[in-house]
């Protein structure tokens, strides 16, 4: 709709900053390094001012805050490295990131630098300056220490090497992953079960064979619906071998560079200094929670797969075990047969373009906001199947979202919420970017949830980002909080009265409130089985990191089997294509350890209503739009009027 996206921006008078003009068909190569090298440059400019010594902490502060957007201005050309369509822009911003990284580094382990933090900290009057301006001067003088300032020259020297390794081999290991895309060929009667479009979309080659990818809207319903359990068995080795043997060295030496770097900072492990800025706070708490966790869903786990193996064993009587490749299609087969959910009949209600504007519907009552697209050309963006559009609130705008929802060729294989520019109050408007790998056509139920968690991301980055403070813009929590706002938003996605005002199928019919009690049912089937197999994969991020292993296959087995209820599959090595041992290294705990907090946050919604206005706003401004301004734990209990418990998770758990 160009025309109500150019009156939009025409008549944007008030003091509110634009959006970034991004090239759209223009020069890509040139914008990229233009907008990289003037944002370093800014930043050594304020970083210059800050070091003429100022004693005055406010002048101090507010350079240093300039520097630091600048410098998340740089950091965000990682972003063109997993979505531009042109891999000569892809590489370049590979490159570009290895120079912010750089300097970043050099930043941390600038002596002058850290001493004009150091003498206000000290010999400053702090009481001029603000609740937030004293915890961006902690904050800063905490990272200076992390980063090893104190150190020798020659300890300085190989933490800088280090660093600069790490930030090599997390860029291997990611483009290993992306531009590896497997695939299996097999004859088209061996698509049996899956549904019509589906087949309909793999039609043989000349060669008489179907191809099926290890991208996801191949791999997901291909393990879901797809009968041959041999070709299942196929795929799921495909998939795991993504990325080997390139990646098993590459995480080796990331993890090397992790131990090294925790050690000549004088801790015990890199999960202790991974954990001193989170929630969880030190590297035993870790173990002792994936332990806790493992522990409560034992008996469940053990139950389900009991039904799984009883239900196999209806195709397959000499059955004795359930593989992993088995799991998602005989929970589908139990799911349908036992508590009558139909993953085939309930995809017919999810097309995608409904579910995206469903979704924002949904979002934009709850929270106040207002989506007005923003056409293609305006936007500017790098590709033509990116959907942008201005977010507002009370009539203002505040932030521009981009919706990269499909997959591509080099393009990131998963689902993630990225960075385009932190807001920061009257400076720049947040811009953030969803890129995920869905279907275009019908949407699986579970692929719909996932747009709603990632879309959680998508808002905290916006409504966090109104503030003064770079450091605070957006999901800038810590790190083991920032999925429970998108975990508690996926409760939205389960709710059969939010699910009625978007989910219809071709005939026009509203998926039925029947249908949807049926899927919360079967949904409860399978949390136990769930919550065990997240803890071997905590598991593995975790002792991968705490210390060396050899062979980090037959190690992540030994922990698939302490762990997981399934049993480990021959030949697979899954490590290498676990991206998360990168973005999250020791800490894929975060993920469990998140879902405590959002079932205790989710507690506070009566489950009746979940539009009520009163608590949604509460939630919007006392935990979304504070960004980081204080501790995760402090939002949570200020929102909850309490402190966050376990309770509510061992409830669900139980359920
Ligand atoms: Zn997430």
Same mark, same amino acid.
């Given at each position: 709709?160009?025309?109500?996206?150019?009156?939009?921006?025409? *008549?944007?008078?008030?003091?509110?900053?634009?959006?970034?003009?991004?090239?759209? @068909?223009?020069?890509?190569?040139?914008?990229?390094?233009?907008?990289?090298?003037?944002?370093?440059?800014?930043?050594?400019?304020?970083?210059?001012?800050?070091?003429?010594?100022?004693?005055?902490?406010?002048?101090?502060? %507010?350079?240093?805050?300039?520097?630091?957007?600048?410098?998340?201005?740089?950091?965000?050309?990682?972003?063109?490295?997993?979505?531009?369509?042109?891999?000569?822009?892809?590489?370049?911003?590979?490159? !570009?990131?290895?120079?912010?990284?750089?300097?970043? *580094?050099?930043?941390?382990?600038?002596?002058?630098?850290?001493?004009?933090?150091?003498?206000?900290? *000290?010999?400053?009057?702090?009481?001029?300056?603000?609740?937030?301006?004293?915890?961006?001067?902690?904050?800063?003088?905490?990272?200076?220490?992390?980063?090893?300032?104190?150190?020798?020259?020659?300890?300085?020297?190989?933490?800088?090497?280090?660093?600069?390794?790490?930030?090599? !081999?997390?860029?291997?290991?990611?483009?290993?992953?992306?531009?590896?895309?497997?695939?299996?060929?097999?004859?088209?009667?061996?698509?049996?079960?899956?549904?019509?479009?589906? /087949?309909?979309?793999?039609?043989?080659?000349?060669?008489?064979?179907?191809?099926?990818?290890?991208?996801?809207? =191949?791999?997901?319903?291909?393990?879901?619906?797809?009968?041959?359990?041999?070709?299942?068995?196929?795929?799921?080795?495909?998939?795991?071998?993504?990325?080997?043997?390139?990646?098993?060295?590459?995480?080796?030496?990331?993890?090397?560079?992790?131990?090294?770097?925790?050690?000549?900072?004088?801790? =015990?492990?890199?999960?202790?200094?991974?954990?001193?800025?989170?929630?969880?706070?030190?590297?035993?708490?870790?173990?002792?929670?994936?332990?806790?966790?493992?522990?409560?869903?034992?008996?469940?786990?053990?139950? @389900?797969?009991?039904?799984?193996?009883?239900?196999?064993?209806?195709?397959?009587?000499?059955?004795?075990?359930?593989?992993?490749?088995?799991? /998602?299609?005989?929970?589908?087969?139990?799911?349908?047969?036992?508590?009558?959910?139909?993953?085939?009949?309930?995809?017919?209600?999810?097309?995608?373009?409904?579910?995206?504007?469903?979704?924002?519907?949904? *979002?934009?009552?709850?929270?106040?906001?207002?989506?007005?697209?923003?056409?293609?050309?305006?936007?500017?963006?790098?590709?033509?199947?990116?959907?942008?559009?201005? %977010?507002?609130?009370?009539?203002?705008?505040?932030?521009?979202?981009?919706?990269?929802?499909?997959?591509?060729?080099?393009?990131?294989?998963?689902? $993630?919420?990225?960075?385009?520019?932190?807001?920061?109050?009257?400076?720049?408007?947040?811009?953030?970017?969803?890129?995920?790998?869905?279907?275009?056509?019908?949407?699986?139920?579970?692929?719909?949830?996932?747009?709603?968690?990632?879309?959680?991301?998508?808002?905290?980055?916006?409504?966090?980002?109104?503030?003064?403070?770079?450091?605070?813009?957006?999901?800038?929590?810590?790190?083991?909080?920032?999925?429970?706002?998108?975990?508690? !938003?996926?409760?939205?996605?389960?709710?059969?009265?939010?699910?009625?005002?978007?989910?219809?199928?071709?005939?026009?019919?509203?998926?039925?409130?029947?249908?949807?009690?049926?899927?919360?049912?079967?949904?409860?089937?399978?949390?136990?089985?769930?919550?065990?197999?997240?803890?071997?994969?905590?598991?593995?991020?975790?002792?991968?990191?705490?210390?060396?292993?050899?062979?980090?296959?037959?190690?992540?087995?030994?922990?698939?089997?302490?762990?997981?209820?399934?049993?480990?599959?021959?030949?697979?090595?899954?490590?290498?294509?676990?991206?998360?041992?990168?973005?999250?290294?020791?800490?894929?705990?975060?993920?469990?350890?998140?879902?405590?907090? $959002?079932?205790?946050?989710?507690?506070?919604?009566?489950?009746? =209503?979940?539009?009520?206005?009163?608590?949604? /706003?509460?939630?919007?401004?006392?935990?979304?739009?504070?960004?980081?301004?204080?501790?995760?734990?402090?939002?949570?209990?200020?929102? !909850?009027?309490?402190?966050?418990?376990?309770?509510?998770?061992?409830?669900?758990?139980?359920?």
């Amino acid at each position: 709709m160009p025309n109500q996206t150019d009156t939009q921006t025409d *008549t944007q008078t008030d003091t509110q900053p634009a959006p970034v003009d991004l090239p759209g @068909e223009g020069d890509w190569l040139a914008w990229v390094s233009q907008r990289c090298r003037d944002q370093l440059e800014e930043a050594q400019q304020q970083v210059g001012l800050v070091k003429a010594g100022s004693s005055d902490a406010p002048v101090v502060l %507010v350079a240093w805050n300039k520097a630091e957007t600048a410098i998340a201005n740089a950091e965000a050309v990682a972003l063109w490295a997993e979505v531009h369509p042109d891999a000569a822009v892809r590489d370049l911003a590979d490159d !570009l990131s290895q120079q912010v990284q750089k300097y970043v *580094t050099e930043l941390g382990l600038d002596r002058d630098l850290y001493a004009v933090f150091d003498r206000l900290a *000290t010999s400053s009057d702090l009481s001029v300056l603000d609740a937030d301006g004293r915890r961006v001067l902690e904050h800063t003088l905490r990272d200076f220490r992390r980063a090893g300032v104190d150190r020798d020259d020659a300890t300085r020297d190989r933490l800088r090497e280090l660093s600069e390794r790490s930030v090599k !081999l997390s860029q291997d290991f990611g483009r290993n992953i992306r531009d590896d895309v497997r695939s299996i060929r097999i004859a088209p009667e061996r698509l049996a079960g899956l549904p019509e479009d589906y /087949r309909a979309a793999h039609a043989p080659d000349e060669d008489g064979l179907v191809t099926i990818t290890t991208d996801y809207p =191949d791999l997901v319903p291909f393990i879901t619906f797809g009968s041959d359990a041999a070709a299942r068995h196929e795929l799921a080795l495909a998939q795991n071998n993504v990325a080997w043997p390139a990646n098993d060295q590459v995480l080796q030496d990331l993890l090397a560079v992790r131990r090294e770097t925790a050690q000549l900072l004088g801790y =015990d492990s890199w999960p202790d200094y991974d954990t001193e800025v989170k929630m969880i706070g030190n590297g035993r708490a870790v173990a002792d929670f994936i332990d806790r966790v493992g522990e409560a869903a034992k008996e469940r786990a053990g139950d @389900e797969l009991g039904v799984l193996l009883e239900r196999k064993r209806v195709d397959d009587p000499s059955a004795d075990a359930v593989a992993t490749y088995d799991s /998602r299609y005989y929970s589908e087969l139990v799911r349908r047969e036992q508590y009558d959910v139909d993953g085939q009949v309930v995809r017919t209600y999810f097309p995608f373009e409904q579910v995206r504007q469903g979704l924002l519907d949904v *979002t934009g009552r709850l929270f106040g906001l207002g989506w007005t697209p923003v056409a293609h050309e305006d936007a500017g963006t790098w590709h033509d199947e990116v959907a942008s559009y201005d %977010v507002d609130l009370d009539g203002t705008r505040i932030g521009r979202i981009h919706l990269d929802l499909h997959p591509r060729e080099g393009k990131f294989k998963h689902a $993630a919420q990225f960075d385009l520019v932190k807001g920061i109050a009257g400076e720049q408007l947040p811009e953030g970017v969803l890129v995920c790998n869905f279907n275009r056509g019908l949407m699986e139920h579970d692929e719909v949830v996932t747009l709603f968690h990632e879309f959680g991301h998508l808002v905290h980055h916006v409504l966090g980002g109104q503030g003064e403070w770079a450091r605070f813009s957006g999901v800038a929590t810590e790190w083991d909080f920032v999925e429970a706002p998108s975990q508690m !938003l996926e409760e939205w996605a389960w709710d059969a009265d939010v699910l009625a005002t978007f989910a219809r199928n071709d005939a026009g019919d509203t998926i039925p409130a029947d249908l949807v009690g049926a899927m919360r049912r079967a949904e409860h089937f399978g949390k136990g089985l769930y919550a065990v197999q997240q803890m071997s994969y905590a598991a593995r991020s975790y002792w991968f990191h705490a210390g060396p292993h050899d062979d980090l296959t037959a190690y992540g087995d030994e922990l698939q089997r302490r762990y997981s209820v399934f049993p480990p599959l021959d030949g697979a090595h899954m490590h290498c294509a676990f991206g998360h041992l990168d973005g999250y290294s020791s800490g894929y705990y975060t993920y469990m350890w998140s879902l405590v907090i $959002a079932k205790d946050l989710f507690s506070a919604f009566d489950p009746d =209503d979940l539009f009520a206005a009163d608590v949604a /706003r509460a939630y919007r401004d006392k935990v979304l739009a504070m960004g980081g301004r204080e501790d995760a734990a402090d939002l949570v209990a200020d929102f !909850l009027g309490r402190p966050y418990s376990f309770d509510s998770w061992a409830a669900w758990l139980a359920e």
